[in-house]
Each structure stands twice: as structure tokens, then as C-alpha cells.
């Protein structure tokens, strides 16, 4: 059985989607969890966000099996 | 004196308090190789926005990551510069207007280095940390902070 | 909100306290247009002479012509930066090792202005004002401070 | 009658001379001034200091007419 995948969202992606975790079945890659995303919550369109998988962020499109963790991350406002 | 440095927590509750401030320089009146510390301090500002003005930052973070990136941050700094100290702490949670939100403090033999390793610091603290401001409104409505 | 500014008194009798760099802190937070504060401390440094370690340093002034002096160079960084405070304050007296000596605070709406101008009046404080660091060594004899 | 001139001296030079004020009969110029003092006290021979006339520095030499005071700075070390 495959692993399920964590996903985290914060500030205006999680106040987006309504909410702060998601667990999904196994995605391959970062694209195809994006597809997945955005379909289900079409607001995340046009939303700008970064990716972090296990807490290393991804620029282009990155397989993530084995990973734990893949976070939602828009804009830092830190300071 | 090397030592093997691991993530710190930078974390604090609500707002920074002068005091804590203030405790934080006199714990170095015994490190006497110092001669200047650099501080910086980020306070909350009562912005006008379209629905309002901003009376406080509630911040959130992505915490593992944010002390993991803190760390890298701090090594990187500490491995360009001679320096003896290095001290970073950012507010969770709520800070109202006119509260200290960011406390970045650097010590060195000489001024040059801390001046630029706490002004690299606060850069670099505001564009790779994993934390978000959510500017809540006297209107009761909210923006999401933008960092320039 | 224009002002006409006039020289203040910079000097403080000895020492300057952690616990007057947290009430100067404090005295902030009623400005909510502030969002950024830059501290610059200078600290007393045990350095190594030929004749013995530094244990204290004795500041003396040509005071009248300090305070002008700090007026003019606070006047032209108020010109050059966006500032909303700016507060100077050096020691006379024996200020021990471990103990601070300066310390400089800019504010602004944004941190660039605060930081500059916060690196720029150390400098020129240092440069410019007279006033003279005498070394108290641990055998009881001195040596003059010589800025670098 | 001439006014008398104070010179005023600080932090080395003040310690060379063993005191920090001199009063003088009226000096015409700032090169005479230097030739009295370093007369008196020949040990500001060859010590680095700069001369302010009534609080201004001065790089040249300079008339002394009706000034009030000259300042004797060795190089400042505040901070």
C-alpha cells in the first residue's frame, strides 16, 4: 500500500483552501500534485506559491516519491 | 572555542519587549573582546489599507523549516564575518502596532562586521524565512503583508 | 510637523545602561508610522597593550564644540535619509570594559533609511567629534585610544 | 589693551603640557601661535594635533584677530 502524503498549506493558500493539512495518496511528481490542487480547489489559480518538498523548495517540476511532506508556501512576510 | 552550532528556536510569543532587549545586551558586558553590536528592530506600523488600518501582525511560520533555514542563514553569516555573537528573534503569533516584531542583534571585535552581518541578516531573514504577517485591519477585515 | 532643531546634549555621565537603551526603545512604540529601528552600541574592549590590558576608558570632550558638531552632522542625516527619530549618545567619564560607550539610534518607515543612516552617524561621530578615549591599563598606565 | 587669548588643550596635548588652559597676549596668526607653543613646550613637537579657532577647525594658516579661543586637538577617539 502506498504511503500517504502530507500536504501543508499556510497563510493566504491556506486561507484559501480552508484549511492548514491535506493528505493524498501518492503523487509522482510535483506537476501532477498541482493538477490535482487546483482542480480541486480552483481558487489556487492564478494564486502565486512556491513549493517545498520536505522543506527543500523545488523550482521546477520534481518527483516526489518517498517524500513526506510537500508545503504550500505564497509569498514570505516575515520581519 | 569552535563549536558545533545546531538550530536554535527563534520563535517568540507575541511581541519582542525592550526588556528582553535590554537583558540581551547585558549578557555580553563579560564577552569583552566585543567592541560594537549592531541591532536591528522591526516594528509593527499602523498602515493605512483600503478597508482599514492595520492594528496589529498576527504571524504564522513553517516552523521546522524556518528554524532549518534560520541556522543555514546563521552559519552562512557567521562563516563571512569575524564575528563573536549572533542573536535572531521573529514574533509568532500576535504583535499589535508599535510592538517589536524582528530582533536581530550581531557583536564584534570591530563595528564594520556587525554593522554588515545584521544588516545581511535582516535582508536575508525577510526573504528566505517561511513566515507570514496577516495585517489585521481596525476595520476587522485582513491583508496578507507584503515584504519590499 | 516641521521643527526647528537645536542642539541637544549627547553626553551621559559614565556608562549607558541596558536599562536606557530599553526605555529609549520603548519610547517608540506611540510612533506608529515607525517600522524599522537600527542600534549601534559601542562596548569597551579589553584590549591587549603593551603596557597591560585595557580595564577602563576615560572619555573627555571639547563639549561645547561636540554639541555643535553633533548638530550639524545630525542635521545633514536628517536631510539625506527619511528618518522619523534619531538619538545620540556618548559616555564621559570612565566607562569600565564590558560597559557601552556610544550608542546610536536611527528610526524609519522603512528599514534601508534606519540602517544607513545608523552606519553613517558612527562613522561620522567617530571622525568628527571631539572628544578623546584615554586607556586605563591593569598597571596603571594608560595609553591614548587611537580610532581606526 | 589686548584681550587675552585662551587656548584651550585635550586629551595628549593637554597631558604633554601638564594643563588644559593658557592664557596668552594677543597673537596675530596661528603659525605664530604654534611657534609659542612649540617654544614653551617643545614635547608638541613632532605630536600630531589640529587647531580650532573659536570652535572651527582650521587647515591653514589663519588670522587670529579678535578670537576668543584656539583649541589643541590631537586626534579624536570618541566611540
Chains 1, 4 share one sequence.
Not at chain 1, 500500500?1 to 511528481?29: R, T
Not at chain 1, 501532477?32 to 490542487?37: C, D, T, Y
Request: charged fraction near 25%; hydrophobic fraction near 40%.
Amino acid at each position: 500500500m502506498a504511503e500517504k502524503l502530507i500536504i501543508k498549506a499556510f497563510g493566504m493558500v491556506a486561507e484559501e483552501i480552508g484549511q492548514s493539512e491535506i493528505w493524498l495518496d501518492s503523487v509522482s511528481n510535483t506537476q501532477e500534485l498541482l493538477a490535482i490542487l487546483k482542480e480541486r480547489y480552483p481558487g489556487l489559480e492564478g494564486m502565486k506559491f512556491s513549493l517545498a518538498v520536505d522543506k527543500e523548495l523545488v523550482s521546477e517540476n520534481q518527483k516526489i516519491d518517498g517524500a513526506r511532506e510537500v508545503a504550500l508556501l505564497p509569498p514570505f512576510s516575515g520581519g | 572555542m569552535d563549536k558545533v552550532r545546531t538550530p536554535k528556536n527563534i520563535f517568540v510569543q507575541g511581541a519582542i519587549s525592550p526588556e528582553k532587549i535590554a537583558t540581551s545586551i547585558a549578557n555580553h558586558s563579560t564577552k569583552t573582546e566585543i567592541g560594537g553590536h549592531s541591532i536591528f528592530l522591526g516594528q509593527v506600523r499602523a498602515d493605512q489599507k483600503e478597508k482599514g488600518e492595520v492594528v496589529a501582525i498576527e504571524y504564522t511560520a513553517y516552523e521546522e523549516m524556518a528554524l532549518q533555514k534560520a541556522f543555514e542563514i546563521r552559519e552562512a553569516v557567521f562563516a563571512k564575518y569575524p564575528l563573536t555573537c549572533m542573536h535572531i528573534y521573529h514574533s509568532f503569533g500576535e504583535v499589535k502596532v508599535g510592538e517589536i516584531c524582528l530582533f536581530v542583534f550581531t557583536s564584534s571585535k570591530h563595528r564594520k562586521a556587525a554593522i554588515e552581518a545584521c544588516s545581511e541578516l535582516v535582508e536575508r531573514i525577510k526573504a528566505e524565512l517561511p513566515v507570514w504577517g496577516k495585517e489585521i485591519l481596525d476595520s476587522e477585515e485582513h491583508v496578507w503583508k507584503k515584504n519590499s
